[in-house]
């Protein structure tokens, strides 16, 4: 059944191999995928800051498809080891929004329901 529905989605979206790959446990989208999911279905997103320092942000998107509105958040902290980190990266505010949009269009689209998480929510998902 799931096999089904990644298929009706690669076909609906215009996915390729390049937006789409196998993780350990899941379905991991790029950032390429989620912009065109994001294009296909005409999804607004708007953003809040709720926390922006040095090493640690917060940002919260509003995603608006008709008269849906979803709200979630992605953030983003920038520890003194790897371990102690979300991200590798000092961009912190651009990181969370990066992973605040991924989360919105997912949760706007259904797509968490089928196991698929965007590649920005965690260096655990990025392409090896």
Not at 65 to 79: C, P, R
Not at 85 to 110: F, I, Q
Request: aromatic share 12%; glycine share 6%; hydrophobic share 35%.
């Amino acid at each position: 059944m799931q096999v089904e529905k990644l298929k009706e989605m690669y076909k609906k979206y215009s996915l390729d191999k390049s937006d789409v790959f196998k993780h350990q446990h899941y379905i991991i989208i790029t950032r390429s995928g989620i912009e065109k999911v994001m294009g296909y279905e005409k999804i607004d997103i708007t953003y809040d800051v709720i926390k922006c320092e040095p090493t640690f942000a917060v940002i919260k998107a509003y995603a608006k498809k008709g008269d849906k509105v979803i709200e979630t958040f992605g953030s983003a902290l920038k520890g003194a080891s790897f371990k102690d980190s979300s991200t590798n990266t000092w961009y912190v505010a651009e990181m969370a929004e990066k992973r605040a949009l991924s989360r919105a269009v997912l949760k706007m689209t259904g797509l968490y329901e089928l196991n698929i998480f965007g590649e920005d929510e965690s260096e655990d998902f990025k392409r090896k």
